[in-house]
């Protein structure tokens, strides 16, 4: 009984701290364009779920794309979301596995580029591709025809 009495207390101790974490707005740390038409953004506590996910990019799409300089008209473009954090463990052997920043000047200015949470791809004729979880063998993948808000899925 007194195995049963912990858990329910500790569940009640650990409840708030958990609603907590799963509240928490997303925060943005950085915004770089790597090339003319292309950006990364990284992110803590970004959302967990497909739907949450395009929600926050038409949220935060028009501030994002004034604050990199690429354009918000329809054009051909692709955004890069990352969950990480920076780092200064650049090494040659671990070179392959960082996203490093030339804008940045201090130190911490990689990040680990194994898989971002979400890539959205804007192509000239307007259709947007949100692909979750790119790179990864469970990657999910959502089509917005060009001039509509429907959202369709892929895989």
């Known amino acids: ?7 329910f207390i500790s569940a ?4 708030p701290a958990l609603i907590w974490l799963l509240i928490l707005p997303t925060k943005i ?3 770089h364009r790597i090339t ?7 992110v803590n506590n970004f959302p967990a779920s497909d739907a949450e996910r395009i ?7 028009l501030m994002l794309q004034q604050k990199s300089g690429i354009p918000a008209t329809t054009g051909d473009y ?5 969950e990480s954090d920076y780092t200064s463990d650049f090494t040659a052997d671990n070179h392959n596995e960082l996203l490093c920043f030339s804008d940045m ?3 911490s200015n990689c990040i680990r580029k194994d898989h971002p949470v979400l890539r959205v791809r804007s192509a000239n004729s307007g259709c947007v591709v949100f692909t979750m979880d790119y790179n990864r063998i469970d ?12 959202l369709y899925q892929v895989y």
């Not at 929600?55 to 799409?61: A, I």
């Open 78 to 82: 692709t955004w890069f979301i990352y």
């Open 1 to 7: 009984m007194n195995a049963y009495k912990n858990y």
């Open 12 to 15: 009640i101790l650990l409840a």
């Open 105 to 107: 000047k201090n130190q």
């Open 29 to 31: 740390h950085g915004i």
């Open 139 to 150: 990657s999910r993948e959502y089509r917005q025809p060009a001039g509509s808000n429907e």
């Open 36 to 42: 003319a038409d292309s950006a990364v953004v990284v």
């Open 55 to 61: 929600q926050w990019w038409r949220k935060h799409q």
